[in-house]
């Protein structure tokens, strides 16, 4: 079968560093997404890994490990503004998002 | 516009009546999909289709159809709603089915089934 794993909610200190891990299970694979969701507003596009390793986006990294079946989204000098939801996804073999629940995070001044 | 945009932004609706949610993009993109966010689920795919003139079933299809009669309208319709469809919808929109393109999202449809 297939499932999606990530923590329900993470709190951080402003200008700290913060991982969010994913785990997932999947027998076909095609990329792990990542997606940024502020309250009320709609999910946006923050980075996509479809080969092993780390990709680095500003204050935002990406990394993945396919045969663990692992992700993790690493925010760093994080701001206030980075309170929102982040989901993870992962696309199957027939092309389509399969979703994880989210992780809400809180950033404390 | 620019991008997607949903229509209406919520809505109250009694159970058993019909609903339509609309969703247009001018992005000219080929793929669409309509998607339902509950609290503690993840996004979950409802319809989805990869070019004007076809759509496919997801994972939560039952109770919801869907049209694409053109490459920007991507319409979804409650037959007859009930109170567990109480969620926010979200159209998405990428360039190509069938390969890794980001999926943009818009703002989303809150409906309360009571």
């Known amino acids: 079968g297939q499932n999606i794993d990530q923590p329900t909610e993470m709190t951080a200190t402003e200008g700290a560093i913060v991982q969010i891990n994913c785990t997932y299970q999947?027998?076909?694979?095609?990329?792990l997404f990542w997606y940024q969701q502020h309250a009320g507003e709609a999910p946006t596009f923050l980075s996509y890994n479809v080969l092993d390793g780390l990709e680095e986006k500003g204050r935002f990294s990406s990394f993945l490990s396919r045969s663990k079946g692992y992700s993790y989204l690493l925010l760093k000098e994080l701001q206030m503004k980075d309170s929102a939801s982040y989901l993870c996804a992962f696309m199957d073999s027939n092309y389509q998002l399969i979703w994880g629940a989210g992780t809400k995070l809180i950033i404390k001044p | 516009i620019a991008g997607i945009t949903q229509a209406p932004t919520s809505q109250i609706l009694a159970a058993g009546r019909r609903m339509t949610l609309r969703c247009t993009q001018d992005m000219r993109h080929n793929a669409m999909y309509w998607y339902r966010q509950d609290l503690g689920l993840g996004l979950r795919l409802i319809h989805y289709?990869?070019?004007?003139?076809?759509?496919g079933k997801g994972e939560v299809p039952d109770g919801y159809s869907v049209s694409r009669a053109n490459t920007d309208d991507f319409p979804l319709t409650l037959a007859s709603a009930v109170p567990s469809q109480t969620s926010v919808y979200f159209c998405a929109s990428s360039e190509v089915a069938g390969q890794t393109d980001t999926q943009y999202f818009g703002p989303g449809t809150r409906l309360t089934v009571l």
């Open positions: 999947t027998s076909g694979f095609n990329g």
């Open positions: 289709s990869n070019t004007a003139g076809t759509t």
